[in-house]
Nanobody, 120 residues
């Protein structure tokens, strides 16, 4: 069994910063891509950023230059540093991990989500 546990969400004023963390644990053999998605009320879930096991990154245009994704492979943890936050960044943020477990089952796992609210 695999679990992804997120932390670091909260309420912040526009222009402020938050750092999200997501730790994967359980029956893990190898993690490939990790990423962050978000879903605002009434909107579809969208990719915010992703990172490969080798450290290559990809960002949504709306967060380029403000958000930074990173990971610690030894800790099976992915981070999202969010700076210069805007009210439109308000959403539930979900982490994901594409991984192979020790039973040789490959799947994408999701965290439970963490709320980020940016006040104007």
């Amino acid at each position: 069994q695999v679990q992804l546990v997120e932390s670091g969400g909260g309420l912040v004023q526009a222009g402020g910063s938050l750092r999200l963390s997501c730790a994967a644990s359980g029956n893990i053999f190898k993690i490939n891509n990790m990423g962050w998605y978000r879903q605002a009320p009434g909107k579809q879930r969208e990719l915010v950023a992703s990172i490969t096991s080798g450290g290559s990154t990809n960002y949504a245009d709306s967060v380029k230059g403000r958000f930074t994704i990173s990971r610690d492979n030894a800790k099976n943890t992915v981070y999202l540093q969010m700076n210069s936050l805007k009210p439109e960044d308000t959403a539930v943020y979900y982490c994901t991990a594409d991984l192979l477990d020790k039973s040789w089952y490959y799947n994408t796992y999701w965290g439970q989500g963490t709320q980020v609210t940016v006040s104007s």
